[in-house]
């Protein structure tokens, strides 16, 4: 089966393969072009066999790194052609030759969508696989309505189906604004029925997208997912022929897995347990087994699901139990591995037992006593020695009631490996030897005589590092007690030196977890109310005027049940405390953020308890709103400063005014921690009467992750409401969420939008690098999409020392020297998000000392969204933005009127945006 | 030039069960439990080189030039080509990650996002490879010289858009050879309409 079945194509690659070099096989080539430039110029003599066998050998070129610059159009308008061989070469011919951005590409569009819409199915693969493959933005607009239709149309076929299904799924990858997704929740719903494992498969990846970008309106498709995922782990009606190494489709299962991951929690009972049972099959059933291809599999499951962690405390527990059965295996398999091999084992893996042990309390008991049972074996390796007189000088102690490990047997066991070892061992023998020392306080006089008659032995040593080990043992053991605190268990290895414990985010929290077992129950409580633990500090009087003891106090609004109000609540706040979140910390309890409560005139403080009824957010705000009276307050209340020029202020610090007006003030503080980030709201209310029907929203962008606690619906007068935020940043974006606020006061309804300052400089944390830092890595990022340069015109006048300050103060480290032009700024620092976790970017500006206008700018990362983000967000630093036209006082724009009346438009670009959202 | 799949480089596996154990506890991929969430899956370009460095196929599922393409490869072909046997199947890569396997004299190379299931995609790759094997029958890497167009059909009946379109072997079979026979009886009536209109002209 050698032969391609066209003999010019086999005799043409049999003489490529002949060529004694790249000279030969290059006249080979462009003697072969020469002769189908010259066939394809005059087309009419072309039979359809012979077109398809010179485009077939234009790819063969193509694909040997020779540039084929003609051709093209030949290639495209087989796609016409009227036979299925012809048309096929065509269409796998283009799609391998061009890119979505060739012009040549609009000509098929009329084509290809005749074959989509037209009745011959295996046309329609074809056609679909291509715009599946490289379709553009032009293909979306003309063809997405009809790709779809192909998709739910009962009369298709599975194999059109699933090609329709990934072809959507580009299309919409490709321009989410252009391909119309209304409605889709029920068809996607209807398709995750689907019994077809090859459709289920790409309708599941089709999920992914969609959900992805708004899990809100899919949550009809969760329990079809736990569902489907139920039918994989269980074997349930699985063909056999989609089954890979007897594991039903994995590759369906971490998509199903994937897709629950966008959901941030499940609320149906039923379903999470489905869900935790299928977990824990998982977790039970995956074993480390001999098939290569069995293990990567089942292995690629279990990591997808161990990423599902949120949906389940108990799932996390169990993770942590595994991770420690990984743990202590991997403690043993290096034991034996030292046992059976210790030639060949590396200080560094030995050295590599110890940290991890070290680092692993739980281990340490285990890891004693596996070295303790080596020592009994007749004839020991010397790395072995090492590591078992080194685990055991550490952790013999907690061995102390087994038999045969009391301090004494313990020493002589070591002590009898000594005559064999050589002198690089005995250094860690003393040390040992001390350490029991220490560890049998007081010390049994035998004991001590004899491990001090070892150290005075040595004390003459040749070797200097034996002769200082020995001297100094020998007198600080004499010291007695102070023995203790100097020779205690040495510390934990620095987290970053353990590649096995950093990552595990998870295990921390896992631990977290379990270390409050006793506390279960109150941590749910907690976990329930996590939404409500908003602090109100009011410096009013109480109403019988006895002052309290404490300024202030923690008031607990009334906590609602979150399982009952969930629905309710959804539309009004991000709020829900989903139920996995423990947070052993309440986000109250921050004592550092009472110092900045904002200033509230007022009597000296003293708390009262809120007493008012909490309604629900959103019914309390819908009858206020009906209520007020529309004509009548516009323009009524008027806020205090710029609110673009407090935004604007925040973004480059942390805490400060966010927004005032006459009745409220609002602060903000914030701590970001790479790629989190917490804000806290203060929500003032300067008056003397309460502000009612207060509602805070959320609109956030889909790059961040936020969650309000509960916001009350009344703030009593002269009081204070601090609301925690989290954040969490996704992927790098210059959108900025925005908090849609509103009260009412009296007969005013005040509305207004403002931007929250969790902007992209945020997630930077400002990184030094030196010279021989800075040039690898800014070559290795050798051009777009990775590295973008920009001429920028139209830049604020500054001097080079204003604009370095400039962009310290957004966070971007200048790196002064680095550069030998005195007119250009090197900076760079490092940018967090779940995406990109960790990534180093360093920017580049050159500046024209004779025309300070513009500057040609550099930008680079090792993530395209990151890098080009990050170039227009600079860019908005550096250009000057039009301020002459903007009103004198902006104004909120009252509940009564639309949001994007004209007034607010101007205003506000935030405001702009939320009219947008 | 042996089949590809029976001499099948296991990734370097050691001679006793406690080494293979050791070796794939210590495999970066097993250790660390990647816990973000993940972006979309998308492969980004499917590669087969020759241990001579030789492109035996390239598709290419995101938007690159002509010039990032050959610039790629050639970097690729450098990168991995070198690497030593035993070494780790995944390898970081301009803030992307490639998926390679070494089958015989062929390296099978997908370019994933940071993010995504490594593992997972290092089964596509021999589910393609599979399958390549199936059709036909104990596949090498003269088959794939020669019919290079037929391993495209393939290809684009297992992944579009740089997804998995299809987890069934025995469907994407079934599918290549109902359009095989397509292929073959048009040629059939192409050659009968020749000899029609060759007897018409006698």
């Known amino acids: 089966m050698a032969l391609s079945g066209m003999r010019g194509l086999s005799v043409f690659i049999s003489d490529i393969r002949n060529c004694q070099n790249k000279e030969q096989e290059r006249l080979r080539v462009d003697k072969e072009l020469g002769n189908i430039r010259t066939r394809f110029k005059n087309e009419k003599g072309l039979t359809p066999y012979e077109k398809k066998k010179y485009v077939w050998k234009m790819l063969y070129i193509y694909m040997l790194g020779y540039d084929v610059d003609f051709g093209h159009m030949e290639a495209v308008s087989l796609i016409s052609a009227p036979k299925y061989p012809e048309k096929q070469v065509g269409y796998i011919v283009t799609s391998s030759l061009l890119n979505e951005n060739h012009d040549f590409l609009r000509l098929a569009i009329n084509t290809v969508r005749n074959d989509i819409v037209g009745r011959n199915e295996t046309f329609q693969c074809l056609a679909l696989t291509l715009v599946g493959n490289i379709g553009g933005r032009d293909f979306a607009e003309s063809l997405a309505p009809d790709v779809q239709k192909l998709l739910i149309s009962s009369s298709c076929r599975p194999l059109v189906r699933k090609k329709a299904a990934l072809c959507l799924l580009r299309l919409f990858r490709k321009n989410p604004d252009v391909v119309n997704i209304d409605g889709w929740s029920d068809r996607m719903a209807q398709l995750l029925d689907e019994r077809d494992l090859g459709v289920l498969t790409s309708s599941m990846s089709l999920f992914v997208a969609l959900v992805s970008n708004n899990h809100e309106s899919y949550w009809s498709c969760l329990p079809k997912c736990v569902k489907t995922l139920e039918r994989l782990a269980r074997n349930q009606d699985i063909p056999q022929e989609y089954t890979y190494y007897g594991i039903p489709s994995p590759w369906l299962q971490v998509k199903t897995m994937r897709a629950l991951q966008y959901f941030p929690t499940i609320e149906d009972p039923n379903t999470r347990r489905s869900l935790f049972e299928v977990l824990q099959r998982v977790l039970m059933g995956t074993d480390v087994v001999k098939n290569v291809n069995k293990n990567n599999a089942s292995h690629a499951v279990l990591f997808e699901a161990l990423a599902l962690n949120d949906l389940t405390t108990n799932f996390l527990l169990q993770t942590l139990r595994l991770y420690r059965e990984v743990c202590s295996r991997y403690v043993d398999v290096i034991l034996q591995l030292i046992d059976k091999a210790g030639d060949f084992v590396s200080d560094d893996i030995w050295f590599r037992v110890v940290q991890f042990v070290t680092n692993n309390e739980d281990l340490q008991p285990y890891a004693a006593l596996k070295a303790r049972e080596y020592l009994d074996k007749p004839a020991i390796h010397e790395t072995m020695v090492k590591v078992s007189a080194y685990l055991l000088g550490e952790y013999s102690h907690l061995l102390a009631r087994r038999p045969g490990c009391s301090p004494k047997e313990i020493f002589s066991i070591i002590h009898e490996k000594l005559p064999t070892v050589s002198t690089s061992t005995i250094p860690i023998l003393l040390s040992t030897y001390v350490k029991i020392l220490m560890h049998s306080q007081p010390p049994e006089p035998e004991l001590q005589n004899q491990i001090w008659a070892i150290f005075s032995k040595y004390e003459s040593c040749i070797d200097a590092e034996i002769q200082q080990r020995a001297v100094e043992y020998f007198a600080l053991s004499r010291k007695g007690a102070a023995l203790m605190d100097i020779l205690a268990e040495m510390p934990k290895f620095p987290e970053r030196q353990d590649p096995l414990w950093k990552q595990s985010s998870l295990i921390k929290k896992a631990e977290d977890t379990e270390a409050d077992t006793a506390e279960q129950s109150a941590i749910k409580l907690r976990a329930q109310q996590q939404s409500s633990n908003a602090l109100v500090v009011t410096d009013q009087s109480p109403a019988n005027g006895t002052p309290r003891v404490s300024q202030l106090s923690l008031v607990k609004m009334p906590s609602m049940s979150s399982e009952d109000h969930n629905t309710a609540e959804q539309g009004v706040t991000q709020a829900n405390g989903t139920l996995s979140v423990v947070d052993p910390q309440p986000s109250s309890s921050s004592p550092g953020l009472l110092g900045d409560l904002l200033a509230i005139e007022g009597p000296p403080g003293v708390a009262v308890e809120s007493e008012h009824n909490l309604v629900s957010g959103s019914e309390g705000a819908s009858d206020a709103l009906a209520l007020a009276p529309v004509g009548e307050q516009t323009n009524t209340v008027q806020p205090i400063g710029d609110i673009a020029e407090r935004f604007n202020t925040l973004c480059l610090k942390d805490s400060g005014v966010l927004y005032e007006d006459p009745y409220v003030q609002i602060g903000i503080k914030a701590e970001w921690r790479a790629h989190h980030g917490r804000l806290v709201l203060f929500l003032g209310n300067k008056n003397t009467a309460p502000l009612v029907s207060v509602q805070a929203l959320i609109l956030p962008p889909t790059h961040l992750r936020l969650e309000l606690s509960l916001v009350p619906d009344t703030i009593p007068p002269r009081a204070q409401v601090q609301c925690p935020l989290e954040v969490v940043n996704i992927r790098p974006s210059r959108d900025v969420a925005v908090l849609d606020f509103s009260y009412r006061f009296g007969n005013n309804v005040v509305n207004v939008k403002l931007r929250l300052p969790a902007v992209l400089n945020k997630f930077l944390q400002p990184i030094p690098v030196s010279a021989e830092e800075f040039f690898p890595q800014w070559r290795s990022l050798s051009g777009p999409p990775l590295k973008l340069q920009e001429v920028v015109r139209g830049v604020r006048p500054m001097s080079l020392m204003e604009m370095s300050s400039l962009f310290n103060s957004f966070r971007l480290m200048v790196c002064p020297g680095l550069d030998p032009n005195a007119n250009n700024l090197v900076a760079s620092t490092t940018f967090y998000s779940e995406s990109t976790r960790a990534m180093l970017c360093l920017v580049r500006v050159e500046t024209d000392p004779a025309d300070r206008s513009q500057l040609r700018m550099t930008v680079a990362s090792g993530d395209p969204t990151l890098t080009f983000e990050l170039k227009e967000f600079i860019k908005e630093q550096l250009v000057s933005i039009p301020t002459a036209l903007r009103p004198l006082a902006p104004v909120p724009t009252p509940q009564a009127q639309p949001t994007t009346s004209p007034a607010a438009v101007s205003s506000d670009p935030g405001a702009m945006l939320a009219g947008l959202l | ?202």
């Open chain 2, 1 to 202: 030039m042996g089949s590809l799949l029976q001499i099948m480089h296991f990734g370097g596996n050691g001679s006793s069960s406690t080494l293979r154990l050791l070796k794939f506890l210590s495999r970066p991929e097993v250790l660390i439990l990647s816990l973000t969430l993940l972006l979309l899956l998308q492969i980004h370009f499917v590669l087969l080189i020759s241990r001579q460095g030789k492109v035996r196929l390239t598709k290419w599922y995101s938007p690159y030039s002509q010039k990032e393409r050959t610039k790629v490869i050639r970097e690729l072909s450098g990168l991995i080509l070198a690497r030593g046997p035993k070494l780790c199947n995944f390898v970081e890569w301009r803030g992307f990650k490639v998926v390679y396997k070494r089958y015989a004299s062929l390296y099978f190379c997908m370019c994933i996002n940071q993010d995504d299931n490594e593992l997972e995609v290092l089964e596509i790759v021999h589910h393609f490879v599979e399958i390549l094997d199936r059709y036909f029958g104990s596949v090498c890497e003269l088959d794939l010289i020669f019919n290079f167009h037929k391993a495209y059909y393939i290809l684009d009946e297992i992944l579009i858009a740089g997804e998995l379109q299809e987890s069934s072997k025995k469907t994407v079979a079934r599918l290549i050879a109902a359009q095989d026979s397509l292929v073959e009886t048009a040629k059939e009536q192409a050659s009968s309409l020749s000899n029609m209109i060759a007897q018409a002209t006698k």
